[in-house]
């Protein structure tokens, strides 16, 4: 999976949580991804809002034209801000809200992969 945010320490965390259970690049830019996905095409891509501000909605359609069979979630502040809703009628799968958590970043990506999600099931001793 690719890790694009302009959002350095964003990027940065979401790697760190998400590299020992699948392979994840943490990318500077789409162009630089672009690039890579040549080489090694990923299933997922994690794209801050960011870049989306940046270059608009229809970066979307360009990000799923560049690499086929692409999966996004979007990674935003909220899953109610109308950028990102406006992004989900765009071609983005799914929305990691901020605050970030290692299992909320790995259940969404599960998800996106098709893997049952893990539930932390308290044990009870008596």
């Known amino acids: 999976m690719f890790v694009v945010d302009n959002d350095e320490i964003m990027s940065a965390a ?3 949580m998400l ?3 699948n392979e994840t690049h943490e990318i500077s830019s789409l162009e ?3 690039r890579k996905a ?11 809002i960011g870049i ?3 270059k608009g909605v229809g970066v979307l359609a360009e990000i799923h034209a560049k690499i086929e069979d692409l999966k996004i ?3 935003a502040d909220s899953a109610t801000d109308p950028l990102a809703k406006d992004c989900l009628k765009n ?3 799914s929305i990691l809200t901020k605050p970030l958590t290692i299992e909320k970043a790995r259940q969404r990506v599960d998800a996106q992969l098709g893997r049952s999600v893990k539930l932390s099931i308290p044990v009870q001793v008596m």
């Open 19 to 21: 590299h020992d259970e």
């Open 52 to 54: 989306v501000k940046e």
């Open 73 to 75: 979630i979007l990674v």
């Open 14 to 16: 979401l790697q760190f």
């Open 32 to 34: 630089a991804a672009y």
């Open 91 to 93: 071609g983005v799968n």
């Open 38 to 48: 040549v080489e090694w095409k990923p299933d997922v891509m994690l794209l801050g």
